[in-house]
């Protein structure tokens, strides 16, 4: 059944072929019970790539680890549950995916979610420099713009901090992208690749349409029109569901497929590229979402933001003072005055 359904389904969406001895990984998730945490823990299960996965979150972890296991996959499942056990989920990790704390509801911006989910953030940060300081963190939990900072500060007063490592989690804005540009040209996702930058909020979210792959010749209005809905899209899910959360699926789907992205990087495998929401420098933002090529050590080369139109460089300067107040808020937090 593996190699008849499971590996073809998985190469089907990463393209890649099963690994052996150290370039296998352990990847550990925060949240791993969650919304986003159980579909996530799944496609990890699933991933050759994964050796070991540990899931950690506050509640039911043994539950889905045990679920999980019956999966017939070599991957080892362990559960953790409780802060007391957060130290011992992170030991060692290679990846840790971080989907944990509270999710949005209708009439709420992702800002709404930084008082709650700042304190989950620091804790896993400071547990993370302590137990896991080579692993790549790759953080879902919202607002990003914010806990990446979070993060990032934790790490550098425990002098951990390495910024090739640490990333915000931007890929669904990419995935939303490509689909809804395959859905207008009437041609398979898998053809298409646009890359998004900036950060994972609203205004802040910034396809670049002039560096689609294919090239698209679309009319200002449908730009207009798309980039409304890419920044809208997750809001447009918050609405659907109605009080029951924000996206899940798509974002256990964006998450597989960053991690695999990470870990393909970490294999040594050339010309892995996805964009995230790292440490940077643009225009005054101390963060920022731009393409990066993955390595063994996580970034190997910001490729930075690159040409933009008169319409992206509008969009860029309407995003940039508000990630910079984004970035101030998650460093005030971990730095008060
Ligand atoms: P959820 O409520 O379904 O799951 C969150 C899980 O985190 C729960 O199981 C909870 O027990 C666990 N948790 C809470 N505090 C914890 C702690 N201190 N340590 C470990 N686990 C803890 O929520 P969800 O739908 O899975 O969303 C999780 C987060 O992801 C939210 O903040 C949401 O806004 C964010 N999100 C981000 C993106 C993105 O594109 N980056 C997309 C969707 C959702
Ligand atoms: C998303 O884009 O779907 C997530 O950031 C969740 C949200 O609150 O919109």
Redesign the pocket.
């Given at each position: 059944m593996y190699s008849q359904v499971i590996k073809p389904f998985i190469q089907s969406y990463n393209g890649f072929a099963s690994c052996e001895g150290e370039e296998c990984f352990k990847v550990t998730i925060?949240?791993?019970?969650?919304?986003?945490?159980q579909p996530l823990s799944m496609l990890m299960k699933m991933n050759p790539f994964v050796k070991e996965l540990s899931l950690?979150?506050?509640?039911?972890t043994p539950g889905v680890a045990v679920d999980l296991s019956h999966i017939e996959t070599p991957c080892k499942v362990k559960a953790f549950m409780g802060?007391d056990q957060?130290r011992e989920a992170l030991k060692d990790a290679n990846i840790i995916i971080v989907?944990?704390?509270?999710?949005?509801k209708p009439g709420m911006t992702?800002d709404d979610?930084f008082n709650v989910?700042a304190?989950?953030i620091k804790?896993?940060a400071e547990a993370a420099a302590e137990v896991a300081p080579n692993a790549l963190i790759a953080i879902?939990?919202?607002p990003?713009n914010s806990v990446i900072p979070v993060a990032c500060e934790v790490m550098k007063k425990a002098n951990k901090f390495d910024p090739r490592r640490i990333f915000?989690?931007?890929?669904?804005?990419i995935v939303r992208t490509n689909t809804f540009v395959a859905e207008a040209l009437k041609i398979d996702p898998k053809e298409v690749n646009v890359p998004v930058i900036g950060g994972?909020a609203g205004d802040t979210i910034v396809p670049l349409f002039s560096r689609s792959k294919p090239h698209v010749s679309f009319s200002d209005e449908q730009i207009i029109a798309m980039t409304k809905r890419i920044q809208n899209a997750?809001t447009e899910v918050v609405e659907a569901k109605a009080g029951a959360?924000?996206?899940?699926l798509s974002?256990a789907y964006?998450a597989a497929r960053f991690a695999n992205a990470l870990m393909r990087g970490l294999r040594g495998e050339q010309n892995v590229i996805e964009c995230a929401y790292v440490a940077s420098d643009y225009g005054g933002a101390s963060y920022f979402a731009t393409p990066l090529l993955l390595g063994k050590d996580g970034i190997k080369e910001n490729l930075g933001v690159g040409e933009l139109n008169d319409f992206e460089k509008k969009l860029v300067e309407t995003a940039i003072p508000i990630l910079i107040e984004n970035i101030k808020t998650g460093v005030d937090f971990v730095n008060p005055k």
């Amino acid at each position: 059944m593996y190699s008849q359904v499971i590996k073809p389904f998985i190469q089907s969406y990463n393209g890649f072929a099963s690994c052996e001895g150290e370039e296998c990984f352990k990847v550990t998730i925060a949240g791993a019970s969650g919304g986003i945490g159980q579909p996530l823990s799944m496609l990890m299960k699933m991933n050759p790539f994964v050796k070991e996965l540990s899931l950690f979150d506050l509640q039911h972890t043994p539950g889905v680890a045990v679920d999980l296991s019956h999966i017939e996959t070599p991957c080892k499942v362990k559960a953790f549950m409780g802060a007391d056990q957060r130290r011992e989920a992170l030991k060692d990790a290679n990846i840790i995916i971080v989907s944990a704390g509270v999710p949005r509801k209708p009439g709420m911006t992702r800002d709404d979610l930084f008082n709650v989910n700042a304190y989950i953030i620091k804790d896993l940060a400071e547990a993370a420099a302590e137990v896991a300081p080579n692993a790549l963190i790759a953080i879902i939990t919202n607002p990003v713009n914010s806990v990446i900072p979070v993060a990032c500060e934790v790490m550098k007063k425990a002098n951990k901090f390495d910024p090739r490592r640490i990333f915000g989690v931007t890929t669904l804005d990419i995935v939303r992208t490509n689909t809804f540009v395959a859905e207008a040209l009437k041609i398979d996702p898998k053809e298409v690749n646009v890359p998004v930058i900036g950060g994972h909020a609203g205004d802040t979210i910034v396809p670049l349409f002039s560096r689609s792959k294919p090239h698209v010749s679309f009319s200002d209005e449908q730009i207009i029109a798309m980039t409304k809905r890419i920044q809208n899209a997750g809001t447009e899910v918050v609405e659907a569901k109605a009080g029951a959360g924000s996206a899940t699926l798509s974002m256990a789907y964006s998450a597989a497929r960053f991690a695999n992205a990470l870990m393909r990087g970490l294999r040594g495998e050339q010309n892995v590229i996805e964009c995230a929401y790292v440490a940077s420098d643009y225009g005054g933002a101390s963060y920022f979402a731009t393409p990066l090529l993955l390595g063994k050590d996580g970034i190997k080369e910001n490729l930075g933001v690159g040409e933009l139109n008169d319409f992206e460089k509008k969009l860029v300067e309407t995003a940039i003072p508000i990630l910079i107040e984004n970035i101030k808020t998650g460093v005030d937090f971990v730095n008060p005055k």
